[in-house]
Nanobody, 127 residues
Framework: QVQLVESGGGSVQAGGSLRLSCAAS????????VAWFRQAPGKEREFVAV????????YYVDSVKDRFTGYRVNAEPTVYLQMNSLRPDDTAVYYC????????????????????WGQGTQATVSS
């Protein structure tokens, strides 16, 4: 089992920044990728980015490219999502999710692929 806990959400004005954290515990050696998803009120859950747990390139949805950076620092059991140039349409509950099996790029973008989920953290961007 893997447990995930997100933190770092909050309220900012448009153009501001937030850094979200996703701390993993339990059988972290079984993780292949960790992804970030988000869900705005009245909308479906949306893929944001996927980060290979053991290193490699992060893959992003087009709407956040060049604004968001997903990464893991060395061997820490935590992944981060640095969100810059935030816009009101980035307002959502952000979830991290972990998958044990292989996937890459767009092949990791479906929520049903992930076995473990955090509880979510709210990010609100005002205009």
């Amino acid at each position: 089992q893997v447990q995930l806990v997100e933190s770092g959400g909050g309220s900012v004005q448009a153009g501001g920044s937030l850094r979200l954290s996703c701390a993993a515990s339990g059988r972290t050696s079984s993780i292949y990728v960790v992804a970030w998803f988000r869900q705005a009120p009245g909308k479906e859950r949306e893929f944001v980015a996927v980060i290979p747990w053991s290193g490699g390139n992060t893959y992003y949805v087009d709407s956040v490219k060049d604004r968001f950076t997903g990464y893991r620092v060395n061997a820490e059991p935590t992944v981060y999502l640095q969100m810059n140039s935030l816009r009101p349409d980035d307002t959502a509950v952000y979830y991290c999710a972990a998958r044990r099996g292989h996937c890459s790029g767009d092949g990791c973008s479906k929520a049903a692929l992930y076995e473990y989920w955090g509880q979510g953290t709210q990010a609100t961007v005002s205009s």
